[in-house]
């Protein structure tokens, strides 16, 4: 389904604030709240929009450390990339990971209370994998940009 300038706008507008009601995205679009609310459904249903979510501030959660930790695996093979994913799955530090091209294999986003439970994830979780051969970390020490809107 191709996007029109109207479905572009939406979209944008959207990822901006995701709470907007029909109203508002008719305002927004110059289109009746109906009108609105069946352009944001059709996207809804052909994909487009995934999900809605909420960002919380992960200081006031107590999640005073934030880090990236690429993967190197001593293994590739599918079962090996499956049960290391799935090891991932349960680690609610692990709030991103990614498959990389280049000398690391996976990119882990991390939210720790503190460099201990970060130190914690590295030795007790992550190194005795039998899959993974290296971890190399690195902690944020000031967010310049969150994470933004896709570019519409």
């Not at 944008?12 to 709470?19: G, P």
Request: aromatic content about 4%; some cysteine; proline content about 5%.
């Amino acid at each position: 389904m191709p996007l029109d300038q109207t479905d572009t706008l939406l979209l944008a507008a959207l990822q901006k604030d995701a709470q907007l009601t029909a109203e508002r995205l008719g305002e927004i679009l110059n289109l009746s709240p109906s009108q609105a609310g069946r352009r944001r459904q059709r996207l809804e249903t052909a994909g487009y929009i995934t999900h809605y979510a909420a960002r919380l501030d992960p200081a006031k959660l107590g999640l005073g450390v934030q880090a990236f930790i690429q993967i190197h695996m001593a293994a590739h093979t599918a079962e090996d990339a499956r049960n290391f994913v799935r090891r991932l799955d349960t680690c609610p530090e692990v709030t991103g990971a990614w498959t990389l091209t280049g000398e690391a294999d996976y990119l882990l986003r991390v939210y720790c209370d503190d460099l201990a439970g970060l130190n914690r994830l590295v030795q007790e979780v992550l190194l005795p994998h039998p899959s993974v051969a290296r971890v190399h970390s690195q902690i944020v020490m000031e967010e310049c940009k969150a994470d933004g809107p896709l570019p519409t």
